[in-house]
């Protein structure tokens, strides 16, 4: 496949009800290290599919035993306390893992689900507020306080 064909087939999603699929995002340098960038246009308010389920999602599916965890893979999930909200799989994490954190995001979340918060342009970076997260005060990053 082309690059040529890759981006018609990009633009025809954008076309579809502005759906969001596996085609619509892609892994990419960003300034904060590895971040998640859309393929085509998005809309206000559409889904955003960074995870495999194509529909959405309950919060249980990704709650683990905070001793369960090994200390090194905990930052990579989000601390309730006793609980983490991890990846399913840490040697396959989604692409949804890896979005990076603005004070001016451009998605939000709703019960482990993703939405465009504003339109979201081809190439742009997909960046949500960690303070949204719910993890209690201690478990903040400098960061993102």
């Given amino acids: 496949m082309t690059i040529k064909s890759v981006k018609k087939v990009t633009e025809n999603i954008s076309k579809k009800k502005n759906k969001t699929t596996e085609f619509s995002f892609v892994l990419k340098v960003s300034k ?3 971040g998640v960038f859309a393929t085509h246009n998005i809309k206000k308010g559409t889904y955003l599919r960074l995870f495999s ?7 249980d599916s990704f709650v ?5 965890v090994p200390k090194f893979f905990r930052k990579y999930c989000v601390d309730m306390g006793d609980e983490l909200i991890c990846p399913k799989d840490f040697g396959r994490m989604e692409i949804g893992w890896y979005l990076n954190h603005s004070k ?11 939405y ?3 339109d979201i342009k081809s190439s742009e970076e997909i960046t949500i507020d ?4 719910e993890e209690p005060e201690e ?7």
């Fill in 64 to 68: 683990r035993n905070k001793k369960d």
């Fill in 104 to 114: 001016t995001p451009n998605a939000y979340h709703r019960n482990c689900n993703y």
């Fill in 53 to 59: 389920y194509e529909t959405e999602a309950t919060m």
């Fill in 139 to 145: 478990a903040k990053e400098d960061y993102y306080k």
């Fill in 130 to 133: 960690y303070n949204t997260l």
């Fill in 116 to 118: 465009a918060l504003c």
């Fill in 32 to 34: 904060c290290g590895i």
